[in-house]
């Protein structure tokens, strides 16, 4: 068996369901940046992430992007989970936000799973509770927070995904994730400067706080 299948999921699954795991997946080391999920993709197989970390993301009809939430490792994706059960399309993407690792689990055994194994269901019913306050999360970040609040918690929400107070990233970057203007974006960074909040530098800031 996979010592990092066993070191992160080893708490969740009984050895049984480990093995099956272990038997029946492909190991991927994806680097920053790779998009592994598209719009409009039928997924064959679900992944569960060991180390790094993946941001989903929604596309609009004009092609406009809105981050919706991080995964990071012990994690799989709720939307992901509808659309391997389902046999839909995917209705978001996903791209790594820094190296990452993932145990591809192919779709078939989602089901057999969570007749066979109680841990795998509540695993699966966990991650969708967990998704939805996420989504909730960002829902009313849109609705109740301006947008200089809501570009700050995404920018310490990056500090803590990375681990590292340095961030690279553009503010074109920022915006598309935020979906709003990289003029607006530009702006609210020199403001949060200006209070010693970060610093800026070229296609990277600093966090000052947390």
Known sequence: MRQDLKTHYGH??????????????????????TQIIDVGQTLTKMPLLLEGAIKIL????????????????????????????????????????????????PVFYMEVWMGKYKSWRDFVLESYQTRMLELLDTIDKIAFLKMDERLLNYLKDKAMINGNTKIKTTHQEIAYELHTSRVVISRLLKKLELQKAIVLHRNSLELLTL
């Open 12 to 33: 969740l699954f009984e050895n049984e369901l480990l093995e099956e795991i272990n038997n029946v997946s492909t190991l991927k080391n994806i680097p920053e940046g």
């Open 58 to 105: 929604r596309d609009d009809d004009n092609g406009d992007e809105l981050l919706l939430y991080f995964l990071e490792k012990g994690d799989t994706c709720a939307m992901t989970l509808t659309c391997c059960t389902g046999s839909a399309k995917s209705e978001i993407k996903a791209i790594t936000e820094i190296d990452t690792k993932l145990i591809m689990v």
